[in-house]
């Protein structure tokens, strides 16, 4: 009950803290320029993913690992047109679940069932290479907010990291389409915290596009 307790006041916290940054995303520019160059989104997306918790810093486990980890994303962006050229920030909250496999320090295994929860900010490059096609890439900011162990709730992380996101999509008018590679690393910061990577994770999504600027 503590852990939830300590997860939902962080979780309280990151939102505070960025939805400054999301509602700058809509008001910043006026709304004449918007008209013309921005286009605003709303996304939903669907991932599989792999996770590994190393340095974990009690005296049972060395590593804990999850493989085909299924989760869940949605959020907002912002895409300002520049041409063939466009910048896309974006604001997502995810969650994914699955099954973790404990490493144990004695040579045993075990698993348990585990779920946790981030605020991710990719900030994405992209080109319009042909059509309705584009790419983009870009460094992804990334907050855990809760992390749960059914077997083993000592496990902290630390929330804060950083990663990558890549990826491509189709924008048939109002509705795009969207493939994407992610990576994303939190690295432990002292030795009461463990480091937490998500080095494999392919997202599908699709978004509701709104505002008549696009790339061409």
């Known amino acids: 009950m503590n852990t939830m307790k300590t997860n939902l006041k962080i979780s309280a916290t990151a939102l505070r803290v960025l939805m400054p940054v999301l509602m700058s995303l809509f008001v910043f520019f006026p709304k ?3 008209a013309q160059s921005f286009t605003t989104g709303i996304t939903v997306g669907a991932s599989t993913a792999s996770v590994n918790l190393s340095n974990v810093g009690n005296s049972f486990t060395s ?3 999850g493989n085909n980890v299924m989760g869940f994303e949605g959020g907002l962006f912002e895409r300002l047109n520049l041409g063939p ?3 896309k920030p974006m604001v997502l909250l995810s969650y994914q679940g699955g099954t973790a496999t404990y ?3 004695d040579g ?3 698993s ?3 779920d946790y929860g981030n605020i991710e900010i990719p900030l994405l ?3 319009n290479i042909l059509g309705p096609v584009r790419i983009e890439a870009g460094p992804v900011y990334n907050w855990i907010y809760m992390t749960q162990f059914n077997d083993d709730n000592t496990v902290k992380v630390n929330p804060s990291g950083l990663g990558y996101r890549a990826g491509t999509n189709i924008e048939l008018g109002m509705i795009n389409l969207g493939l994407a590679y992610q990576g994303l690393t939190n690295k432990s910061d002292n030795s009461t915290t463990t480091t937490f990577k998500s080095p494999n994770e392919l997202i ?3 978004a509701l596009c709104f505002g008549g600027g696009e790339s061409k």
Do not use: A, D
Request: proline share 0%.
């Open 32 to 34: 004449e320029q918007q």
């Open 63 to 65: 590593t804990i690992k």
């Open 85 to 87: 050229l466009f910048i």
């Open 103 to 105: 490493y144990n320090n």
């Open 108 to 110: 045993s295994i075990s």
């Open 112 to 114: 348990s069932k585990f």
């Open 125 to 127: 490059l992209g080109l």
């Open 204 to 206: 599908f999504s699709v």
